[in-house]
């Protein structure tokens, strides 16, 4: 870029001072709804975030932090954490995840790219296997893009065919895996009538196999790779559809923690172990529940558990889930290229910047913040800490989780005097409510409060600024609702709880000390969403974003 021109150098804002220590705190999963008694921020005791949101009301504002507004394909997908991070740090839109995906699939580009000629070649004489979430939550994968990607293969090559398909029950209705185990069993079927060898190999519900996060426990990606790899189970089926019906008649069971399962032949053989010279697709598109497996896919040298076999695979994911790591070093379509992120910007510009959290969300403040690359841009002028999330348990057995840990770091950041920007996230509201235990969430929701209330009172004692908003909603809206927006029932008449995210816009509040006299939020901006926060950070910072970032929120008005 260098050849263009182009700096790093940012302009000074005409009338907005340098040098200020801003507080920038992201709440995960902390939307606004309608104030009720499945609204857990409403029900929780939040002094802090009600006093923002009652104060002055040229300082509190909602933004949008799902669908179009951070690069999701339609205004009906939810928001998440790594979307929404992206754009906060990058103060544009990019088309994310599954967008990047259906554009790939739609003009048939995917199958021009690299990654997929790189699988064809094992097809004439192995099979391709496909590894991911059977689901249409559009959260980590998409039912229609397996789909396609299935009709793609079969019409490229593609002979023999194993699914191995992790229930959801997460980010769509518990239950609903029956019907998404049917919708694939009619189409392999269909494939099957054209000569193609296509099926079902193995299963297991998305939290118990396979899809762990964050190296939290190693035990779900086993259970998945023996069962995927090995073709070994603790429970054996002929049929998938069965299977599932079966696994979940146990007392207790849901989707998301079906124990693992294969597809046995006649004579009680799995029909779909991963073998030498086999290709593999994990076609999530999102990236933190991957990782793990693909780790164990690709890597020589693994110690995090026995894999027993290490086959000789070619193995590309849907797209590259750690741009660092390089992993996996082959995939189906290229990442959105972030360049020029906030962070980075204002590290140039001498901003000494300070980010924590804790392990689930750390990289949330680091890593997606940054545009999706790791490391530091300056580490004379950055430090990040990480502090250790409680393994081993739900979150909901301790729904303060490390609120304090983090808030004490920021204090102490912001105190020392040495950081001009102090980044956190709280991942109280997210967490916990993605458990579906609403007591545990409101705890959750009042320890996240608590944890705003501890940075404010260091920012305020510094002179500074604060900055505090949310990625997307979760904790506000913890019931399914139908059309009317009436809590939906089950067949006993209990509600059903909504464990994911939402579509609710997220609160922003700036404020403290050091904010000049006469900044409040503009008025005409209504539709604004989490990309325009950079460009007001910047400002806060005392300089003009760049030319191409979504508009500022904020305006500087002469008392």
């Known amino acids: ?10 302009n000074d804002h005409p009338k907005l001072p340098k040098g200020k220590v ?42 949008k932090a799902h669908g179009k507004a951070v690069g999701l394909p339609t205004d009906d997908d939810m928001g998440n954490s790594e979307v929404g991070h992206n754009a906060l740090g990058a103060g544009r839109i990019y088309a994310q995840g599954a967008k990047l995906v259906d554009l790939a699939l739609e003009s048939g580009k995917i199958y021009d790219d690299e990654g997929f000629k790189y699988i064809k070649e094992s097809f004439e004489t192995g099979t391709l296997h496909l590894i991911g979430l059977l689901s249409d939550g559009g ?5 229609d893009q397996l789909q396609l990607l299935l009709k793609g293969a079969s019409e490229r090559g593609a002979k023999r065919i194993r699914v191995h398909a992790l229930t959801d029950g997460r980010d769509v209705l518990d239950g609903t895996s029956v019907g998404f185990m049917e919708t694939l069993e009619n189409d392999l079927a269909k494939l099957r009538e054209k000569g193609i060898d296509a ?16 190296e939290n426990d ?17 429970h054996k089926f002929t049929n998938a559809v069965e299977a599932v019906k079966k696994l979940r008649e146990e007392p207790k069971a849901n989707d998301q923690y079906l124990p693992p399962f294969v597809i046995v032949d006649e004579n009680g053989k799995s029909v779909g172990p991963i073998l030498d010279g086999d290709a593999v697709v994990t076609f999530n598109f999102r990236a933190d529940r991957m990782v793990m497996l693909a780790k164990a896919l690709e890597y020589e040298d693994f110690d995090k558990f026995d894999r027993v076999r290490f086959p000789k695979i070619r193995y590309a994911g849907m797209l590259q889930y750690d741009g660092e790591l390089k992993l996996p070093s082959h995939y189906l379509v290229s990442p959105p290229e972030i360049e020029r992120t906030s962070g980075e910007y204002l590290v140039h510009n001498g901003v000494s910047t300070f980010a924590c959290s804790e392990t689930v969300k750390f990289g949330h403040v680091t890593f997606f913040w940054n545009g999706n690359r790791s490391g530091y841009f300056d580490p004379s002028k950055e430090e990040y800490v990480e502090i250790p999330s409680d393994s081993g348990i739900t979150f909901n057995v301790k ?10 770091k920021a204090r102490d950041a912001i105190l020392s005097g040495k950081f001009h920007q102090v980044r956190v996230n709280l991942p109280n509201s997210d967490m916990v409510g993605h458990t579906g235990d609403i007591e545990a969430t409101v705890v959750a929701c009042k320890a996240a409060d608590d944890a705003v209330k501890m940075i404010l ?35 006993n008449g209990n509600v059903q709880i909504l464990t994911s995210h939402t579509l609710e816009p997220v609160p922003i509040a700036i404020g403290g000390p050091g904010l000049a006299p006469g900044v ?22 005392g300089y003009e974003a760049p030319s191409d970032y979504e508009p500022t929120l904020i305006e500087v008005v002469d008392n």
Not at 1 to 10: V, Y
Not at 41 to 58: F, Q, R, Y
Not at 139 to 143: F, T
Not at 521 to 540: C, I, K
């Open 199 to 214: 099926q079902i190999a193995s299963g297991g519900g998305r939290m118990y196999v396979t899809m762990d996060r964050y």
């Open 139 to 143: 959260v980590h994968s998409r039912l």
């Open 399 to 408: 729904p303060k989780m490390k609120a304090l840990e983090i808030a004490e």
């Open 457 to 491: 009172d260091a920012i305020e004692q510094v002179g500074g600024i604060y900055v505090v908003t949310a990625d997307h909603g979760n904790a506000e809206d913890m019931v399914k609702r139908n059309k009317k927006g009436e809590p939906l029932l089950d067949k």
């Open 22 to 63: 801003i507080a920038m705190v992201v709440l995960d999963g902390w939307g606004e709804a309608n104030p009720n008694q499945y609204n857990c921020i409403h029900v929780a005791e939040t002094p802090v975030m009600d006093s923002l949101k009652n104060g002055a009301p040229e300082k509190w504002r909602l933004v």
């Open 520 to 541: 409040k939020f503009r008025q005409d901006l209504p539709g604004a969403g989490l990309a325009n926060v950079a460009a007001t950070v910047m400002n806060l910072h």
């Open 1 to 10: 870029m260098g050849s263009s021109g182009f700096s790093w150098k940012l």
């Open 218 to 234: 190693w035990d779900v990606v086993k259970r998945g790779w023996d069962a995927q790899v090995l073709g070994e189970a603790p």
